[in-house]
């Protein structure tokens, strides 16, 4: 049974970068059929995928447009999990953030298993 | 990217009665080589994460009632639950993953008269 636990600050200054973390248990980061997103939901824009990472024999990483330039994605093997980093928050950036599990087997799966999600406030 | 467009925003239906959600994408998410449209729709709860529901447009997750089926193909698919109970009040999402960046409609909030 896959888990994914979300830890991280729920409090960021503008201009600050935003960071969270995503544990997995269950299944592994390095994994050929899976694949590890992060997603956001707020009033404004709803459900918005942001980031994606999977292991094909390299790592792949895929971002959503509107905040490819501030977003990193990074896997951590040693301890299988994943993390968030957004830069430069504004208070657009304040809402609901969740990691997700994508499955892979000669096609994708949609999201199967979520964390409980962070509310993330930006405020100084 | 493709956009995902569900109607109606909110709906009130009647215990026991039949909820109708549409979600419509601006391309279509039928797969050809495979014949599998890449859609899912998914439940959520205030407090929650979302729930994944169904896949592939009409197959149902494992513990998911039977009284929730998915319909259609290409472009316009339909939730359709069968005999709303009081514990179905939630928003109801449509997703496809048939191409990055995997996209949301905006939800329906289902409630109950």
């Known amino acids: 049974h896959v888990q994914l636990q979300q830890s991280g600050p729920g409090l960021v200054k503008p201009s600050q970068t935003l960071s969270l973390t995503c544990a997995i248990s269950?299944?592994?980061?390095?994994?050929?059929?899976?694949?590890w997103s992060w997603i956001r939901k707020s009033p404004s824009r709803g459900l918005e995928w942001l980031a994606r990472t999977y292991y094909r024999s390299k790592w792949y990483f895929d971002y959503a447009i509107s905040v490819k330039s501030r977003i990193t994605i990074n896997p951590d093997t040693s301890k299988n999990q994943f993390s968030l980093q957004l830069n430069s928050v504004t208070p657009e950036d304040a809402t609901v953030y969740y990691c997700?599990?994508?499955?892979?087997?000669?096609?994708?799966?949609?999201?199967?298993?979520w964390g409980h999600g962070t509310l993330v406030t930006v405020s100084s | 990217d493709i956009v995902m467009t569900q109607s109606p925003d909110s709906l009130t239906v009647s215990p026991g009665e039949r909820a109708t959600i549409n979600c419509k994408s601006s391309q279509t998410v039928l797969y050809s080589s495979n014949n599998k449209n890449y859609l899912a729709w998914y439940q959520q709860k205030p407090g929650q994460p979302p729930k994944l529901l169904i896949s592939?447009?009409?197959t149902r997750e494992s513990g998911v009632p039977d009284r929730f089926s998915g319909s259609g193909s290409g472009t316009d698919f339909t939730l359709t639950i069968s005999s709303l109970q009081a514990e179905d009040v939630a928003v109801y999402y449509c997703q496809q993953y048939y191409s990055t960046p995997q996209t949301f409609g905006q939800g329906t909030n289902l409630e109950i008269k």
């Open positions: 269950g299944d592994s980061v390095s994994s050929n059929s899976a694949a």
């Open positions: 997700a599990r994508q499955s892979y087997n000669s096609a994708w799966f949609p999201f199967d298993y």
């Open positions: 592939w447009a009409s």
